[in-house]
C-alpha cells in the first residue's frame, strides 16, 4: 500500500492549493479516505473525510466553505482544494486510507503547506 501527497507549498493568505494523494495497492474503491493536519507543537487534527460509498464528504469547522476534498477513483486518487488560506492552516498534511472490509488503516509521507507573507 502506498500513499504519495503532493502539491504542498508556500503562498499567501488568501491563496489557493490544491493537494493530491495518489494510492496503489489496494482496491481504491473500498477505502474510506481522510485529510489530517499536524502544525509544530499540536496534535493531528482530522481536516476532511471522503467515504468510499457515495463520496460523502465531511468537513471540520474550522475549513468548511474554504477546504473541498474530491475522489477520482479511477485514477486512485484523492483531491484536497484549498481556498482562502490563512497562516493557521500551515502545517503539515497526511493522507490517510481506512480500507474495507476491515478498515486497516494507511498513512502518507505528508506534504508541507506553508501559509505566510
Known amino acids: 500500500v502506498q500513499l504519495v501527497e503532493s502539491g504542498g507549498g508556500l503562498v499567501q493568505p488568501g491563496g489557493s492549493l490544491r493537494l493530491s494523494c495518489a494510492a496503489s495497492?489496494?482496491?481504491?474503491?473500498?477505502?474510506?479516505m481522510r485529510w489530517y493536519r499536524q502544525a509544530p507543537g499540536r496534535e493531528r487534527e482530522l481536516v476532511a473525510g471522503?467515504?468510499?460509498?457515495?463520496?460523502?464528504?465531511n468537513y471540520a469547522d474550522s475549513v468548511r466553505g474554504r477546504f473541498t476534498f474530491s475522489r477520482d477513483n479511477a485514477k486512485s486518487t484523492v483531491y484536497l482544494q484549498m481556498n482562502s488560506l490563512k497562516p493557521e492552516d500551515t502545517a503539515v498534511y497526511y493522507c490517510?486510507?481506512?480500507?474495507?472490509?476491515?478498515?486497516?488503516?494507511?498513512w502518507g509521507q505528508g506534504t508541507q503547506v506553508t501559509v505566510s507573507s
Open positions: 495497492g489496494f482496491t481504491f474503491s473500498r477505502a474510506d
Open positions: 490517510y486510507a481506512a480500507i474495507a472490509p476491515t478498515y486497516t488503516n494507511y
Open positions: 471522503i467515504s468510499s460509498i457515495g463520496g460523502r464528504t
